[in-house]
Protein backbone atom coordinates (compact mmCIF):
# COMPACT_ATOMS: atom_id res chain seq x y z
CA UNK A 1 0.00 0.00 0.00
CA UNK A 2 1.28 3.38 -0.58
CA UNK A 3 1.03 6.04 1.45
CA UNK A 4 0.52 9.55 0.27
CA UNK A 5 1.79 12.48 2.20
CA UNK A 6 0.33 16.12 2.23
CA UNK A 7 2.47 19.10 2.10
CA UNK A 8 3.43 20.31 5.47
CA UNK A 9 0.87 22.72 6.93
CA UNK A 10 -1.68 21.72 4.31
CA UNK A 11 -5.15 22.35 6.14
CA UNK A 12 -8.01 19.71 6.80
CA UNK A 13 -11.64 20.24 7.51
CA UNK A 14 -15.25 20.52 6.57
CA UNK A 15 -17.73 23.37 5.19
CA UNK A 16 -21.34 24.04 5.71
CA UNK A 17 -23.91 26.54 4.89
CA UNK A 18 -26.37 28.45 6.46
CA UNK A 19 -29.47 27.57 5.39
CA UNK A 20 -29.09 24.21 4.97
CA UNK A 21 -27.84 23.45 8.87
CA UNK A 22 -28.63 26.47 10.93
CA UNK A 23 -32.29 26.48 11.30
CA UNK A 24 -33.97 28.89 13.75
CA UNK A 25 -36.04 30.32 10.47
CA UNK A 26 -38.21 32.78 12.33
CA UNK A 27 -36.23 33.54 15.24
CA UNK A 28 -34.31 36.57 16.88
CA UNK A 29 -35.65 38.72 14.05
CA UNK A 30 -33.76 37.21 11.13
CA UNK A 31 -35.72 38.51 7.62
CA UNK A 32 -37.01 36.10 5.23
CA UNK A 33 -34.70 34.74 2.84
CA UNK A 34 -35.65 33.51 -1.04
CA UNK A 35 -35.06 30.02 0.45
CA UNK A 36 -37.62 30.77 3.56
CA UNK A 37 -40.22 31.97 0.19
CA UNK A 38 -38.82 28.55 -2.20
CA UNK A 39 -39.60 26.09 0.24
CA UNK A 40 -42.92 26.85 1.35
CA UNK A 41 -44.34 27.14 -2.57
CA UNK A 42 -45.78 23.65 -2.84
CA UNK A 43 -43.44 21.36 -5.40
CA UNK A 44 -40.92 22.93 -5.27
CA UNK A 45 -38.53 20.65 -2.92
CA UNK A 46 -38.57 17.02 -2.55
CA UNK A 47 -41.14 15.77 0.38
CA UNK A 48 -42.27 18.91 1.10
CA UNK A 49 -39.04 19.98 2.74
CA UNK A 50 -37.70 22.94 4.29
CA UNK A 51 -34.56 24.93 6.28
CA UNK A 52 -37.34 25.84 8.85
CA UNK A 53 -35.50 23.86 11.16
CA UNK A 54 -32.89 21.74 9.25
CA UNK A 55 -29.74 20.78 11.62
CA UNK A 56 -30.46 23.23 14.61
CA UNK A 57 -27.13 24.23 14.38
CA UNK A 58 -28.46 27.76 15.54
CA UNK A 59 -28.70 25.93 18.87
CA UNK A 60 -26.56 23.40 19.19
CA UNK A 61 -24.11 25.52 17.31
CA UNK A 62 -21.39 24.41 20.53
CA UNK A 63 -21.87 21.02 20.58
CA UNK A 64 -21.34 21.22 16.80
CA UNK A 65 -17.64 22.77 17.31
CA UNK A 66 -17.16 20.27 20.00
CA UNK A 67 -17.90 17.47 17.93
CA UNK A 68 -15.47 19.07 15.01
CA UNK A 69 -12.53 19.27 17.93
CA UNK A 70 -13.18 15.83 18.65
CA UNK A 71 -12.92 14.58 15.14
CA UNK A 72 -9.33 16.66 14.51
CA UNK A 73 -10.07 18.68 12.11
CA UNK A 74 -8.21 21.84 11.72
CA UNK A 75 -10.68 24.63 9.73
CA UNK A 76 -14.21 25.14 9.46
CA UNK A 77 -15.91 27.31 6.35
CA UNK A 78 -19.24 28.31 7.07
CA UNK A 79 -21.53 30.96 5.52
CA UNK A 80 -23.49 34.20 7.10
CA UNK A 81 -27.05 34.05 6.46
CA UNK A 82 -27.27 37.66 4.73
CA UNK A 83 -31.01 38.09 6.22
CA UNK A 84 -29.67 37.00 9.71
CA UNK A 85 -27.30 40.16 10.08
CA UNK A 86 -29.82 42.79 7.62
CA UNK A 87 -33.03 41.66 7.90
CA UNK A 88 -34.49 43.24 4.78
CA UNK A 89 -30.82 43.46 2.89
CA UNK A 90 -29.96 46.78 2.99
CA UNK A 91 -30.33 49.13 6.29
CA UNK A 92 -31.34 48.07 10.02
CA UNK A 93 -28.33 45.59 10.88
CA UNK A 94 -29.69 42.60 13.57
CA UNK A 95 -27.39 42.63 16.41
CA UNK A 96 -29.14 39.20 17.33
CA UNK A 97 -27.64 37.76 14.53
CA UNK A 98 -24.48 39.20 14.13
CA UNK A 99 -23.80 38.05 18.02
CA UNK A 100 -24.57 34.28 16.22
CA UNK A 101 -21.51 34.58 14.46
CA UNK A 102 -19.51 36.45 16.97
CA UNK A 103 -20.09 33.20 19.77
CA UNK A 104 -19.60 31.17 16.07
CA UNK A 105 -15.99 32.35 15.36
CA UNK A 106 -14.97 32.92 19.22
CA UNK A 107 -15.77 29.14 19.65
CA UNK A 108 -14.28 27.94 16.63
CA UNK A 109 -10.96 29.60 17.98
CA UNK A 110 -11.20 28.36 21.09
CA UNK A 111 -10.75 24.91 19.90
CA UNK A 112 -7.89 25.65 17.68
CA UNK A 113 -10.46 25.64 14.45
CA UNK A 114 -9.54 28.14 12.22
CA UNK A 115 -12.58 29.81 10.43
CA UNK A 116 -13.30 30.87 7.08
CA UNK A 117 -16.49 33.24 6.17
CA UNK A 118 -18.26 32.45 3.15
CA UNK A 119 -20.79 35.95 2.17
CA UNK A 120 -23.20 34.24 0.30
CA UNK A 121 -24.28 30.72 -0.19
CA UNK A 122 -27.49 30.83 -2.30
CA UNK A 123 -29.58 32.54 0.55
CA UNK A 124 -30.68 36.62 -0.51
CA UNK A 125 -32.60 38.69 1.71
CA UNK A 126 -36.51 38.07 0.25
CA UNK A 127 -36.45 42.09 0.49
CA UNK A 128 -34.11 42.39 -1.99
CA UNK A 129 -35.83 39.78 -4.48
CA UNK A 130 -38.72 41.82 -4.67
CA UNK A 131 -36.37 44.37 -6.06
CA UNK A 132 -35.28 42.19 -8.58
CA UNK A 133 -32.63 39.95 -6.89
CA UNK A 134 -29.57 39.48 -8.61
CA UNK A 135 -31.11 40.81 -11.96
CA UNK A 136 -31.16 44.19 -10.42
CA UNK A 137 -27.23 46.01 -10.44
CA UNK A 138 -27.64 47.99 -7.12
CA UNK A 139 -27.61 44.49 -5.35
CA UNK A 140 -23.68 44.63 -6.15
CA UNK A 141 -23.23 47.72 -3.87
CA UNK A 142 -25.57 46.55 -1.56
CA UNK A 143 -23.53 42.72 -1.42
CA UNK A 144 -20.38 45.17 -0.73
CA UNK A 145 -21.85 46.97 2.33
CA UNK A 146 -23.28 43.52 3.80
CA UNK A 147 -19.69 42.03 3.14
CA UNK A 148 -18.00 45.68 4.79
CA UNK A 149 -20.19 45.21 7.74
CA UNK A 150 -19.22 41.26 8.32
CA UNK A 151 -15.25 42.71 7.65
CA UNK A 152 -15.87 45.17 10.79
CA UNK A 153 -17.29 43.08 12.82
CA UNK A 154 -15.08 39.64 12.27
CA UNK A 155 -11.91 40.73 11.06
CA UNK A 156 -10.18 40.82 13.91
CA UNK A 157 -10.72 37.38 14.30
CA UNK A 158 -11.50 35.76 10.78
CA UNK A 159 -8.61 36.40 7.91
CA UNK A 160 -10.13 33.59 4.72
CA UNK A 161 -13.02 35.28 3.27
CA UNK A 162 -15.04 33.92 0.59
CA UNK A 163 -17.20 36.37 -1.61
CA UNK A 164 -19.66 33.71 -3.28
CA UNK A 165 -20.67 30.17 -2.93
CA UNK A 166 -21.37 28.73 -7.13
CA UNK A 167 -22.27 31.73 -8.58
CA UNK A 168 -23.03 29.43 -11.90
CA UNK A 169 -25.43 27.39 -9.80
CA UNK A 170 -27.52 30.10 -7.92
CA UNK A 171 -27.29 32.20 -11.75
CA UNK A 172 -28.50 29.20 -14.04
CA UNK A 173 -30.24 26.79 -11.69
CA UNK A 174 -32.08 29.45 -9.61
CA UNK A 175 -32.88 31.72 -12.86
CA UNK A 176 -32.37 29.69 -15.92
CA UNK A 177 -33.83 26.18 -15.45
CA UNK A 178 -35.86 26.98 -11.86
CA UNK A 179 -34.88 24.43 -10.09
CA UNK A 180 -33.60 26.27 -7.07
CA UNK A 181 -34.64 29.90 -5.73
CA UNK A 182 -35.98 31.87 -6.38
CA UNK A 183 -37.15 29.42 -9.37
CA UNK A 184 -36.85 31.97 -12.19
CA UNK A 185 -36.72 30.88 -15.82
CA UNK A 186 -35.44 33.49 -18.23
CA UNK A 187 -32.46 33.98 -20.53
CA UNK A 188 -32.21 37.64 -19.93
CA UNK A 189 -33.06 37.82 -16.57
CA UNK A 190 -29.84 34.51 -15.67
CA UNK A 191 -27.39 36.96 -18.00
CA UNK A 192 -28.06 39.69 -15.56
CA UNK A 193 -28.24 37.99 -13.07
CA UNK A 194 -24.20 36.52 -14.11
CA UNK A 195 -22.70 39.88 -14.53
CA UNK A 196 -24.05 41.60 -11.05
CA UNK A 197 -22.98 38.70 -9.67
CA UNK A 198 -19.58 38.74 -10.87
CA UNK A 199 -19.47 42.79 -9.89
CA UNK A 200 -20.86 41.99 -6.56
CA UNK A 201 -17.90 39.85 -5.85
CA UNK A 202 -15.56 42.46 -6.96
CA UNK A 203 -17.09 45.19 -5.13
CA UNK A 204 -16.72 43.31 -2.20
CA UNK A 205 -12.74 42.61 -2.96
CA UNK A 206 -12.31 46.03 -3.07
CA UNK A 207 -13.91 46.60 -0.24
CA UNK A 208 -12.00 44.20 1.97
CA UNK A 209 -8.85 46.18 0.44
CA UNK A 210 -10.02 49.29 2.13
CA UNK A 211 -11.18 47.96 5.39
CA UNK A 212 -7.64 47.16 6.01
CA UNK A 213 -8.57 44.02 8.33
CA UNK A 214 -5.54 41.34 7.63
CA UNK A 215 -6.16 38.08 5.65
CA UNK A 216 -7.34 36.69 2.42
CA UNK A 217 -10.30 37.00 0.02
CA UNK A 218 -11.28 35.17 -3.14
CA UNK A 219 -14.20 33.14 -4.70
CA UNK A 220 -15.80 29.62 -5.34
CA UNK A 221 -17.40 28.32 -7.33
CA UNK A 222 -18.81 24.89 -8.62
CA UNK A 223 -16.75 23.50 -10.90
CA UNK A 224 -16.86 20.10 -13.16
CA UNK A 225 -14.08 18.33 -14.90
CA UNK A 226 -14.74 18.13 -18.38
CA UNK A 227 -13.43 15.04 -21.03
CA UNK A 228 -13.93 14.53 -24.63
CA UNK A 229 -16.00 11.75 -25.21
CA UNK A 230 -13.62 10.78 -28.08
CA UNK A 231 -10.41 12.21 -29.61
CA UNK A 232 -12.44 13.66 -32.68
CA UNK A 233 -11.16 17.49 -33.55
CA UNK A 234 -14.81 18.24 -33.34
CA UNK A 235 -15.15 16.35 -29.43
CA UNK A 236 -12.38 18.31 -28.49
CA UNK A 237 -13.62 21.44 -29.33
CA UNK A 238 -16.85 21.05 -28.01
CA UNK A 239 -14.98 20.09 -24.62
CA UNK A 240 -13.54 23.75 -24.92
CA UNK A 241 -17.16 25.36 -25.39
CA UNK A 242 -18.17 23.47 -22.14
CA UNK A 243 -15.77 24.76 -20.21
CA UNK A 244 -16.47 27.91 -21.75
CA UNK A 245 -20.02 28.07 -20.90
CA UNK A 246 -18.84 26.69 -17.22
CA UNK A 247 -15.28 27.32 -15.72
CA UNK A 248 -14.22 30.31 -17.76
CA UNK A 249 -17.76 32.36 -17.89
CA UNK A 250 -16.82 32.41 -14.23
CA UNK A 251 -13.50 32.46 -13.65
CA UNK A 252 -12.10 34.28 -16.60
CA UNK A 253 -13.41 37.81 -16.02
CA UNK A 254 -11.54 37.26 -12.05
CA UNK A 255 -8.62 36.80 -13.49
CA UNK A 256 -8.82 39.54 -15.75
CA UNK A 257 -9.60 37.33 -19.11
CA UNK A 258 -13.02 38.48 -19.33
CA UNK A 259 -16.13 36.58 -20.80
CA UNK A 260 -15.53 33.97 -23.38
CA UNK A 261 -16.40 35.34 -26.54
CA UNK A 262 -18.39 32.07 -27.30
CA UNK A 263 -20.54 32.94 -24.51
CA UNK A 264 -21.01 36.58 -25.48
CA UNK A 265 -22.01 35.41 -29.09
CA UNK A 266 -24.57 33.06 -27.60
CA UNK A 267 -26.53 35.35 -24.85
CA UNK A 268 -26.04 38.85 -27.45
CA UNK A 269 -27.78 36.33 -30.28
CA UNK A 270 -30.68 35.77 -28.22
CA UNK A 271 -31.32 39.31 -27.15
CA UNK A 272 -30.13 38.82 -23.73
CA UNK A 273 -26.22 40.78 -23.66
CA UNK A 274 -24.10 40.38 -20.79
CA UNK A 275 -25.11 44.50 -19.29
CA UNK A 276 -21.41 45.10 -18.87
CA UNK A 277 -20.52 48.99 -18.23
CA UNK A 278 -17.53 50.84 -18.42
CA UNK A 279 -15.20 49.99 -15.53
CA UNK A 280 -16.93 46.74 -14.73
CA UNK A 281 -14.17 44.90 -15.82
CA UNK A 282 -11.76 46.00 -14.03
CA UNK A 283 -13.95 46.03 -10.83
CA UNK A 284 -14.66 42.10 -11.34
CA UNK A 285 -10.75 41.50 -11.93
CA UNK A 286 -10.02 42.94 -8.66
CA UNK A 287 -6.57 40.97 -7.35
CA UNK A 288 -7.34 37.79 -5.37
CA UNK A 289 -5.88 35.54 -2.75
CA UNK A 290 -7.04 32.25 -3.79
CA UNK A 291 -9.40 29.80 -5.41
CA UNK A 292 -11.46 28.39 -3.92
CA UNK A 293 -12.63 25.22 -5.77
CA UNK A 294 -15.52 22.97 -5.20
CA UNK A 295 -15.94 19.41 -7.43
CA UNK A 296 -17.56 16.10 -6.90
CA UNK A 297 -17.44 14.53 -10.82
CA UNK A 298 -16.58 14.80 -14.54
CA UNK A 299 -18.52 14.99 -17.12
CA UNK A 300 -18.13 13.58 -21.06
CA UNK A 301 -18.57 16.01 -23.78
CA UNK A 302 -19.47 15.48 -27.35
CA UNK A 303 -20.65 18.12 -30.02
CA UNK A 304 -23.87 18.74 -30.66
CA UNK A 305 -24.53 21.45 -33.50
CA UNK A 306 -28.95 21.32 -33.07
CA UNK A 307 -27.90 22.64 -29.94
CA UNK A 308 -26.99 26.33 -29.59
CA UNK A 309 -24.02 26.13 -27.10
CA UNK A 310 -22.57 23.40 -29.64
CA UNK A 311 -22.27 20.25 -27.30
CA UNK A 312 -23.75 18.20 -25.02
CA UNK A 313 -22.98 15.66 -22.28
CA UNK A 314 -22.54 12.37 -23.33
CA UNK A 315 -23.30 8.89 -21.99
CA UNK A 316 -22.16 8.29 -18.59
CA UNK A 317 -19.28 5.27 -18.56
CA UNK A 318 -19.09 5.17 -15.10
CA UNK A 319 -21.32 4.12 -11.92
CA UNK A 320 -23.83 6.83 -10.98
CA UNK A 321 -24.27 7.92 -7.02
CA UNK A 322 -27.46 9.26 -5.43
CA UNK A 323 -27.28 12.67 -6.79
CA UNK A 324 -26.99 11.22 -10.61
CA UNK A 325 -23.46 12.20 -11.25
CA UNK A 326 -20.76 9.51 -11.80
CA UNK A 327 -18.12 8.03 -9.19
CA UNK A 328 -15.17 10.00 -10.84
CA UNK A 329 -12.62 10.62 -7.75
CA UNK A 330 -9.62 11.59 -10.61
CA UNK A 331 -11.89 14.34 -11.70
CA UNK A 332 -10.60 16.50 -8.65
CA UNK A 333 -7.17 15.93 -9.80
CA UNK A 334 -7.80 16.47 -13.04
CA UNK A 335 -9.81 20.15 -13.14
CA UNK A 336 -6.77 20.74 -10.18
CA UNK A 337 -4.41 20.50 -13.10
CA UNK A 338 -6.42 22.00 -15.51
CA UNK A 339 -7.05 25.20 -13.35
CA UNK A 340 -3.44 25.63 -12.42
CA UNK A 341 -2.56 25.58 -15.81
CA UNK A 342 -5.62 28.17 -17.33
CA UNK A 343 -4.80 30.60 -14.54
CA UNK A 344 -1.29 30.71 -14.14
CA UNK A 345 -1.01 28.55 -11.31
CA UNK A 346 -3.35 30.59 -7.98
CA UNK A 347 -3.35 29.62 -4.37
CA UNK A 348 -6.33 26.58 -4.30
CA UNK A 349 -8.31 25.97 -2.08
CA UNK A 350 -10.64 22.93 -2.24
CA UNK A 351 -13.62 24.70 -0.63
CA UNK A 352 -16.01 21.42 -1.42
CA UNK A 353 -15.44 17.84 -1.97
CA UNK A 354 -17.60 14.73 -1.17
CA UNK A 355 -19.79 11.73 -1.61
CA UNK A 356 -23.72 11.46 -1.53
CA UNK A 357 -23.94 8.33 0.48
CA UNK A 358 -27.39 7.35 1.68
CA UNK A 359 -26.11 4.60 3.88
CA UNK A 360 -28.46 4.16 7.43
CA UNK A 361 -27.22 2.71 10.37
CA UNK A 362 -27.50 -1.00 11.38
CA UNK A 363 -27.17 -1.58 15.13
CA UNK A 364 -25.77 2.18 15.17
CA UNK A 365 -23.19 1.78 12.71
CA UNK A 366 -22.91 3.68 9.54
CA UNK A 367 -20.81 1.77 6.73
CA UNK A 368 -20.38 4.68 4.37
CA UNK A 369 -17.76 2.45 2.57
CA UNK A 370 -18.81 4.28 -0.90
CA UNK A 371 -18.60 7.74 0.88
CA UNK A 372 -14.76 6.16 2.13
CA UNK A 373 -13.33 4.59 -0.90
CA UNK A 374 -13.98 7.75 -3.20
CA UNK A 375 -12.66 10.19 -0.74
CA UNK A 376 -9.25 8.14 -0.73
CA UNK A 377 -9.51 8.45 -4.19
CA UNK A 378 -10.23 12.05 -4.68
CA UNK A 379 -7.43 12.71 -2.05
CA UNK A 380 -4.90 10.40 -4.12
CA UNK A 381 -5.68 12.39 -7.25
CA UNK A 382 -5.38 15.32 -5.63
CA UNK A 383 -2.20 14.32 -4.12
CA UNK A 384 -1.16 14.04 -7.74
CA UNK A 385 -1.74 17.36 -8.73
CA UNK A 386 -0.06 18.96 -5.47
CA UNK A 387 3.46 16.66 -7.04
CA UNK A 388 2.63 18.15 -10.28
CA UNK A 389 2.77 21.86 -9.35
CA UNK A 390 -0.74 22.75 -8.23
CA UNK A 391 -0.31 24.92 -5.39
CA UNK A 392 -3.33 23.33 -3.00
CA UNK A 393 -3.15 24.42 0.54
CA UNK A 394 -6.34 22.82 2.25
CA UNK A 395 -9.34 20.81 1.61
CA UNK A 396 -12.58 21.01 3.08
CA UNK A 397 -14.73 17.66 2.92
CA UNK A 398 -18.66 18.58 1.89
CA UNK A 399 -20.19 18.19 5.03
CA UNK A 400 -19.71 17.64 8.60
CA UNK A 401 -23.37 16.34 8.75
CA UNK A 402 -25.94 15.80 7.02
CA UNK A 403 -27.95 18.52 6.20
CA UNK A 404 -30.73 20.34 4.14
CA UNK A 405 -29.92 19.31 0.54
CA UNK A 406 -31.70 22.15 -1.19
CA UNK A 407 -34.34 20.85 -3.78
CA UNK A 408 -34.00 17.41 -2.58
CA UNK A 409 -34.45 18.23 0.74
CA UNK A 410 -33.32 15.91 3.54
CA UNK A 411 -33.48 12.93 0.64
CA UNK A 412 -29.59 13.12 -0.16
CA UNK A 413 -26.82 12.49 2.64
CA UNK A 414 -23.33 14.09 2.02
CA UNK A 415 -22.27 14.25 5.80
CA UNK A 416 -19.18 12.27 7.62
CA UNK A 417 -21.86 12.51 10.46
CA UNK A 418 -25.17 11.52 10.70
CA UNK A 419 -28.20 13.31 11.29
CA UNK A 420 -31.38 11.68 12.57
CA UNK A 421 -33.19 14.20 11.69
CA UNK A 422 -36.40 13.13 14.10
CA UNK A 423 -34.45 13.72 16.85
CA UNK A 424 -31.61 15.50 15.20
CA UNK A 425 -28.77 13.44 17.03
CA UNK A 426 -25.49 13.16 15.57
CA UNK A 427 -24.03 10.14 14.74
CA UNK A 428 -20.04 9.69 13.75
CA UNK A 429 -20.17 7.47 10.48
CA UNK A 430 -16.79 4.98 9.66
CA UNK A 431 -15.95 8.28 7.23
CA UNK A 432 -15.78 10.62 10.19
CA UNK A 433 -13.29 8.33 11.90
CA UNK A 434 -11.40 7.70 8.29
CA UNK A 435 -11.45 11.45 7.80
CA UNK A 436 -10.14 11.48 11.76
CA UNK A 437 -7.13 10.11 10.67
CA UNK A 438 -6.34 11.13 7.45
CA UNK A 439 -6.01 14.83 9.19
CA UNK A 440 -3.95 13.13 11.97
CA UNK A 441 -1.36 11.70 9.26
CA UNK A 442 -1.27 14.44 7.40
CA UNK A 443 -1.73 11.69 5.19
CA UNK A 444 -3.86 8.67 2.66
CA UNK A 445 -3.41 5.48 1.83
CA UNK A 446 -3.59 5.29 -1.75
Avoid at 48 to 60: F, I, K
Avoid at 277 to 284: N, P
Wanted: proline content about 5%; overall charge negative.
Amino acid sequence: MTVLTFPEGFQWGTASASYQIEGAAFEDDRGLSIWDTFTHQPGRVYGGDNGDVACDHYHRMEQDVALMAELGHQIYRFSVSWSRVIPFGTGAVNEKGLDFYDRLVDTLLAHNIQPAVTLYHWDLPQALQDLGGWANRSIADAFAEYANLMYKRLGDRVTRWITLNEPIIFTMMGHRTGVLAPGIRDLGITAKTIHHALLAHGKAVQAFRASGVAGEIGITNANTSYEPADDSPETLRATELARDFDSRLFHGPVYGKGYPESVLRYYESRGAPLPAQAGDTEVIAAPTDFLGVNLYSRQRIEPDDGRGVGFRPARPALPLLPMGYEAAPHSLGDFVRWVTKEYNRPKIYITENGVCDNTEPVNGVIDDHVRMDLLRGFLAGLHGAIQDGADVRAYYQWSLYDNFEWAFGYSKRFGIVYTDFETLERIPKKSAALYSEIIRRNAVDA
